[in-house]
């Protein structure tokens, strides 16, 4: 990791309303995750601001607003969550459901490719839609989230699941935190459709934010909170020590984000800590670049066709080939019949 940057000794009247001096480095800017620790509140975590990466994704898909503010918020756990990998693998984050959105996937790999895509029933979408019913909770309805890390071949996959019955994205990774990895820890997710000027005029570009802390001081007993069998009540309320007050500040300084804060690139993630934090020290580290970059490839395809029997090759094809379109970053590819004749 890059050497930290130290807000620590910055003097109160170098900071102006809107425009803190921050110190001689480069701001990470959209699509990168921004580490950082508050050693006072024994507090790390991570937050990023994802931008024209995030447009494309959801772009190509062109999927109905709702859809993509749940993809967009999807992808920002991935991230946040994914880059704190130290080994190479993957981090997938899945939900199955019984509502009109019934599966999200977005998919990390190390160091830095991001691929996502959704699921979803068109037309009761549209009835929610036009009943002004668009809520996560509605969209998502009953079901699981599933939090799965692959170190690849011949190790073993480790998975947290957590219900989401009536739960948004953003509850369901706290409960997660607090029932898997007993270890507390705040989430705070932002998306928002805005419009950026342009040549021919202006667009909408998609962009989202987030911010993840978590409590990890040295000694073990402070860290840990009591695994709840039921998962009742408030993950963010309830600590091993209740004397110690560290946690519950950073509970109040993160409650103090507005939505806009986390996405609006004229603050970016280094101002947003400084505002956060300054009181204490922030350390910030360099960011973390993610992509948009699926893993699919005609070679990979072919690999799977070749293993199809003589009959699936034939019901696979349509209209004189056989045409597989990636879910994830729509790239279609094409083959003839004929390359597996000899199966």
Known sequence: MAAPWSF??????????????LGEFGYAGDDHVVPF??????????????????????????????????????????????????FEGKFILQT???????????????????????????????????????????LLGGGVLALTIDQGAHTQRYQGIVQLDGETLEDAARTYFRQSEQIPTDIRLSVAKLLTPGVGGAREQWRAGGILAQFLPQAPERMRVPDLPGGDGDPREEIHDPTDNSWQELLALIG??????????T?????????????????????????DQCSCSRD????????FSAQEIKDSTEDGGIHVACEFCSTQYDFDPAEFAAQ
């Open 8 to 21: 620590v000794m910055l003097e109160t009247h170098q900071v102006t309303e809107h425009h803190p001096k």
């Open 37 to 86: 620790e508050v050693g006072p509140l024994d507090v790390r975590g991570r937050t990023v601001q994802l931008g024209p990466m995030l447009d494309a994704i959801l772009g190509r898909h062109d999927y109905p607003e709702p859809v993509a503010r749940l993809l967009a918020e999807a992808c920002v756990l991935t991230v946040l969550l994914g880059t704190s990998l130290k």
């Open 96 to 138: 199955r459901t019984d509502g009109p959105v019934d599966m999200l996937v977005a998919d990390f790999t190390t160091p830095s490719a991001l691929r996502a895509y959704a699921r979803f029933d068109a037309d009761r979408l549209e009835a929610l839609v036009a009943a002004g019913e668009t809520s996560q909770q509605t």
């Open 256 to 265: 103090t984000i507005e939505p806009t804060e986390l996405i609006d690139p």
């Open 267 to 291: 603050i970016g993630a280094e101002r947003l800590l400084y505002r956060l934090f300054h009181e204490h020290g922030v350390r910030v580290f360099g960011g973390v670049p993610v992509a």
């Open 300 to 307: 990979k395809i072919r690999g799977i066709l070749e293993g």
